[in-house]
């Protein structure tokens, strides 16, 4: 099945920095690699996704790259700010059944 | 608010006990996903359902079973409950599986067995 792999595990950041997140998948038939965020205690929330015909997708602050050929995508967080700081976790859809997550990164933005 | 709808919001038990978590889907979708976060750990994928049938299965203990039901619910039995069962349990749920409709989360169920 897929394998996921999230580095780093803790990121601390000032702010207006960039954060990148990096992450690799061992099932090259994956095809959707969506980011959430998720905040202490919270559910985890969809922030930036990108589909394997995309190489690269952009929303404001955060972006995200896909490497198919080495089977690795990142998220770019620029400009960060406080309210950045949470656990971001990468995931990929395995073979069209469910999102198989990476571990996490927490991310900590200090002003 | 994702929608997606949880119960209970806490639940605490003691060991050997057998619990069960509800999950109502968002309006309209059929695939429900079942997972368990662990203190530090991350989203562990349990298992799978769309449109009442098992789809997929994950790293889900024999102690533990799901179903989904005709009116798209699921639930989640946790039975001869450990200290290690201790977590918060997420519902998710997607129009339907595979396609990379975004899956979307409910607030979860913290189990804590003592």
């Known amino acids: 099945g897929e394998n996921v792999e999230q580095h780093p595990s803790t990121l601390s950041v000032q702010e207006g920095d960039s954060a990148v997140i990096k992450c690799t998948y061992s099932d090259s038939a994956s095809n959707y690699f969506p980011w959430y965020k998720q905040e202490l205690g919270k559910r985890p929330q969809l922030i930036i996704d990108i589909r394997s015909n995309v190489g690269e997708k952009k929303d404001q602050r955060i972006a995200v790259t896909l490497n198919k050929t080495a089977k690795h995508f990142s998220l770019h967080i620029t400009e960060t700010q406080p309210e950045d700081s949470a656990v971001y976790f990468c995931a990929a859809l395995q073979a069209g059944t469910a999102l198989i997550f990476g571990k996490g990164t927490t991310l900590s933005v200090s002003s | 608010d994702s929608g997606v709808t949880q119960t209970p919001k806490h639940l605490i038990t003691a060991t050997g006990q057998r619990v069960t978590l509800r999950c109502s889907p968002r309006?309209?979708?059929?695939?429900v996903y079942w997972y368990q976060q662990s203190l530090d750990q991350g989203l562990q994928f349990l298992i799978q359902?769309?449109?009442?049938?098992?789809?997929a299965k994950g790293n889900i203990l024999e102690r533990f079973s799901a179903q989904q039901f005709p009116d798209l619910h699921s639930e989640l039995n946790l039975s001869s409950l450990e200290l290690g069962d201790s977590a918060l349990y997420f519902c998710a749920s997607s129009v339907v599986p595979g396609s990379g409709n975004t899956i979307y989360f409910g607030e979860g169920s913290w189990l804590t067995v003592v």
């Open positions: 359902y769309y449109n009442g049938e098992e789809r």
């Open positions: 309006s309209g979708d059929l695939s």
